[in-house]
């Protein structure tokens, strides 16, 4: 009942982009998922310095202290409104019969779940992202909300869906992106794809899954690598973007060229399948699509890029705490 009741005034209270006395005496703190067992982190300062920003750019206000708990059964999950769990951070999602009640119980009283990393493409390796694939939730995130809610599934999110605009609206500028005035911006051609395919819109693959008619959990690619900052106030880690591109002679010599991995099958969201060509680790080399193109996979990198890569990420980040504030 606390957490019903936290969630009750701060959506009563919350405004975007007025000032309010009450949300400054207090703040919200978010509780992250660490194993004990768990002595590799990935991406340690992410989660700190996304609550920062929000701090510094809504009237909202974040303990930058994550809470840690090694187990859902510890008490303290139920006074706080958020659960974030970076999946690629956890040696495992088993969790007992205790912490699977434990979890359906703070979902059922109002708490908002946050899976990072808790849905991948097939055809990718473990440590490659992609934004346009057809994503499914991991198998180890399905065999657990199997157990918690098995009358439910996952759905994805619609790119209309208030999620994407809670706070902000459409991708970065490359005005506001604070570079110095000497450095390149972001190269058109990539910049269209990135409207266009990448992340039209401003969206991203989402799962979600409703309970009570609320939608209480979320499932992301990893996100939390482009929240990060050093103490400079500097981007960590530099980020490359994976896009399309076509050429003359594409459709006649790719039908020919050799790889060393499989081809995957992928589903769009227009119901059609691209075939996806990739080399050995699973990395995708190039995609023939059902209007009979052919398409390579360029990657670009670059301090333009990783800032623009940030600001989208971080952006995106921010829209969904705010999200599970308000809804």
């Not at 996304?50 to 009237?59: A, G, I």
């Amino acid at each position: 009942m606390k957490l019903i009741l936290f969630l009750t005034l701060f959506s009563n209270f919350f405004v975007l982009g007025q000032d309010n006395d009450l949300l400054k005496e207090g703040s919200v703190r978010v509780v992250q998922l660490i194993r004990q067992e768990n002595s590799t982190r990935r991406y340690p300062d992410a989660l700190p310095s996304l609550l920062k920003m929000l701090n510094e750019q809504s009237t909202a206000r974040f303990d930058i202290d994550p809470l840690f708990i090694d187990n859902l059964t510890d008490e303290r999950l139920l006074e706080n409104p958020i659960l974030y769990v970076n999946c690629d951070e956890q040696p495992n999602l088993e969790f007992s019969l205790e912490e699977r009640d434990a979890l359906r119980r703070y979902l059922e009283l109002g708490g908002f779940l946050y899976l990072d990393a808790g849905i991948k493409a097939s055809f990718l390796g473990s440590d490659l992202g992609h934004s346009y694939a057809a994503w499914e939730e991991r198998p180890e995130v399905r065999e657990l909300f199997s157990q918690v809610f098995p009358e439910k599934t996952f759905i994805p999110l619609p790119r209309d869906h208030d999620l994407f605009r809670t706070f902000f609206r459409g991708l970065p500028k490359n005005e506001d992106l604070k570079i110095q005035e000497n450095q390149k911006r972001l190269p058109e051609t990539v910049l269209t794809f990135v409207e266009r395919e990448k992340w039209p819109q401003a969206t991203y693959s989402f799962v979600g899954m409703k309970v009570k008619g609320r939608l209480a959990c979320v499932a992301s690619p990893i996100c939390a690598m482009g929240w990060g900052r050093d103490e400079f106030g500097a981007w960590i880690p530099p980020i490359s973007f994976r896009i399309r591109e076509s050429a003359d002679d594409f459709d006649e010599n790719l039908k020919l060229a050799s790889f060393s991995g499989g081809t995957y099958e992928v589903t769009r969201e227009d119901g059609l399948k691209d075939i996806i060509y990739s080399e050995s680790g699973q990395r995708p080399l190039w995609v023939q699509e059902p209007n009979g193109n052919w398409r390579i996979f360029k990657y670009y990198s670059g301090e333009e890029i990783s800032n623009y890569a940030h600001a989208f990420y971080s952006r995106l980040g921010m829209n969904v705490f705010l999200y599970a504030l308000l809804n």
